[in-house]
């Protein structure tokens, strides 16, 4: 039987890796598609694509599909996020000349304690005070806000855009003093020794959702059979990398000329969770670092929509009560319900959750007996309870 | 009469930005500014103040004026996303030569119009002469790689090159390949067996 193409859309990141594996190791193929990958130059370039129906599906920061819902982007057919690819994956790096401070004052670079660290960089921070995301709607914009917030920063920190490639070179310019970016990013610019690793993102919230899978609805509606088809591939492909013996494998694959086209030892720090966090070689292991299954994390909490979509809305003065309600309708727990079902994928009982309120992993009732749920506390204790 | 508009093109390569901004040129007297650099974008548009901002639409530093396109304080100049509702021809042309504009709030749309027509037919006429100069290149460079292998078979048989040619094409039907691949494949086993 003929494969059905279906083309999606991946920026150059490790976690792109579901995408390309579901591929690679025939995930894809045994649901019968052929996965057409295009590699896109900017998260607005992955957004416009799908919009007009360029690419089928894409990876994609999982707060760009509340934004748009909230109205911030251009007008565009709607878009829904069917399920979390990744959770973490993301590292906090500041300068070198910041990084000599801190040491002088007597930071270890424990790579663990968000306060500790924050309360160092209050110190040793320059008045003004700039940090590169990668775009005005990440889950890396969020962790910043929140957590200088609830280190005292007494002064909105700036928070700047300056895309993933280009932010060794940002900060090389004095651009910016920090930034937080995803893998491989963070250490690329430790390799080229302009930047320290200071925190994992999961060590501001420890489970972190950082990309989702974005459709549009139209197509959903459309084509029910080829969107579970690919949601199952790219189910299956996270189920593959949570195993933490294939990681290394991974990394050999998405770095390849076709994909990341970068050493195969850059994309490997970030999905071992073992990274250098310094131009003179001090190494850190985070477990955790980037998650891209188990604990429940492929599942599109609608209270993820709703968090996200209250703190955008009061950072653009919109209503954030309307806000969360237009937000939760595009974090489609309908369709993942309906379609991993079958694939064996534990389904919570609800659909939305108090945010942030687990210390500890924890079983909660499934549709199915039990499920275990990871653990997502943020380091302040912050919880969030969404609205309904 | 309409005031100049001011349109900012962002292109790192010279050879592509030269003729959109001679096709912008032909459309009327803009005042347009090229940007090559990466480093300080955000601060080099808000500076300058453009009406329209014309960039590839895969261009990495796209993320940079989507913060720009946000930013509209009172003292700041708000750039509206292109992506005009009412012309969907026009934003699906654009999509498809690869290219994005962004475009100052309130700016009339037959204003726009014209810059955003003349800046797809350039990228069009830009992705095809630079598609047409990849085949150029490839095909000089299989033609080679069959001369050598004619040189090879031609050496190693004894035979001439006609014969070898025929050899060369038989054997890429018979594998269901491209002459030019088993070429390729030959020169490469050839280098591995010749000692010195």
Redesign the interface.
């Known amino acids: 039987m003929p494969l059905t193409p279906l083309t999606l859309g991946y920026v150059p990141l490790i976690d792109a890796a579901p995408l390309i594996l579901a591929r690679e190791l025939g995930f894809a193929a045994e649901e019968g598609l052929e996965f057409r990958l295009l590699r ?6 992955a957004r ?2 799908l ?2 129906g ?1 690419i089928d599906a894409a990876h994609m920061l999982a707060p760009m599909p509340v934004a748009q819902a909230l109205g ?5 057919p709607d878009l829904d996020l069917v399920m979390v690819l990744s959770q973490g994956g993301q590292a906090v790096a500041i300068s070198q000349p910041l990084a000599a401070r801190l040491r002088d004052n007597g930071h270890d670079f424990d790579f663990r304690d968000a306060r500790k660290a924050g309360e160092a960089l209050r110190h040793a921070a320059p008045g003004r005070f700039r940090i590169g995301v ?3 709607f990440s889950t890396q914009v969020e962790l910043m806000h929140h957590w200088l917030s609830a280190c005292g920063f007494a002064q909105e920190p700036e928070v ?7 932010m060794a ?2 900060m090389a ?1 004095g ?1 910016v003093d920090a930034f937080c970016v995803g893998e491989p990013w963070a250490s690329s610019a430790v390799e080229q020794g302009v930047a320290t690793l200071l925190l994992p993102g999961v060590a501001i919230w420890a489970a972190p959702p950082e990309k989702g899978l974005v459709m549009r609805r139209d197509f959903t509606r459309a084509q029910p059979e080829l969107t579970g088809a690919l949601m199952r591939a790219i189910w299956r492909a996270c189920r593959w990398l949570d195993e933490a013996e294939n990681r290394d494998t991974a990394a050999e694959i998405i770095s390849r000329r076709e994909y990341l086209d970068l050493p195969p030892e850059l994309a490997e720090r970030g999905l071992t969770g073992r990274l250098q966090i310094s131009p003179m070689g001090e190494m850190r292991a985070v477990p955790d670092f980037v998650s891209f299954h188990r604990g429940g994390v492929n599942f599109p909490w609608k209270s993820l929509a709703a968090l996200f979509a209250q703190r955008i809305a009061r950072r ?1 003065g919109l209503d954030p009560v309307l806000a969360m309600d237009r937000a939760m309708a595009h974090f489609r727990t309908d369709l993942y319900r309906m379609h991993l079902r079958e694939a064996g994928a534990a389904l919570p009982g609800a659909s939305a959750r108090l945010e942030g309120a687990l210390a500890v992993d924890r079983e909660v009732a499934a549709e199915k007996g039990q499920m275990i749920l990871r653990a997502d506390a943020f380091f302040d204790g912050a919880v969030f309870e969404p609205r309904f | 009469m309409d005031k100049r508009l001011s349109i900012v093109v962002i292109e790192p390569d010279p050879e592509r930005a030269a003729p959109i901004v001679d096709g912008l040129r032909e459309i009327g007297d803009h005042e347009i500014r090229i940007f090559s650099e ?3 974008l ?1 601060r080099h548009i808000a500076e300058c103040r453009p009406d329209i901002v014309l960039i ?12 720009l396109a ?1 930013a509209s304080g009172p003292t700041e100049r708000p750039v509206a ?3 005009d ?1 009412s012309d969907e021809h026009l ?2 042309a654009a ?2 030569a690869g290219i ?1 504009a962004y475009v100052v709030d309130g700016l009339r749309p037959d204003r726009i119009k014209p810059v955003l027509d003349a800046a797809v037919a350039r990228f069009h006429m830009f992705q095809r002469m630079r598609a047409e100069l990849a085949a150029t290149r490839t095909a000089l460079e299989e033609r080679k790689v069959i001369d050598r292998a004619k040189a090879v078979l031609m050496k190693a048989r004894g035979i001439d090159e006609e014969a070898a040619y025929a050899l060369l094409r038989k054997t890429a039907m018979d594998q269901g390949k491209r002459v030019a691949e088993i070429a390729q494949q030959l020169v490469l086993a050839a280098g591995l067996l010749s000692c010195r």
């Not at chain 1, 896109?40 to 370039?45: I, L, N, R």
């Not at chain 1, 911030?72 to 565009?76: D, E, I, K, R």
């Not at chain 2, 590839?56 to 913060?67: G, K, T, V």
Request: proline share 12%.
């Open positions: 896109q130059g900017a998260w607005a370039q416009d694509l919009g007009a360029v911030l982007g251009p007008a565009l990668p775009f005005p700047v855009t300056v895309p993933p490639p280009l070179a940002a310019a651009e653009h | 990466e480093t300080g955000a590839d639409l895969a261009n990495p530093s796209r993320d940079i004026l989507e913060e946000l996303m292109f992506v509702r934003t699906r999509v498809e994005s």
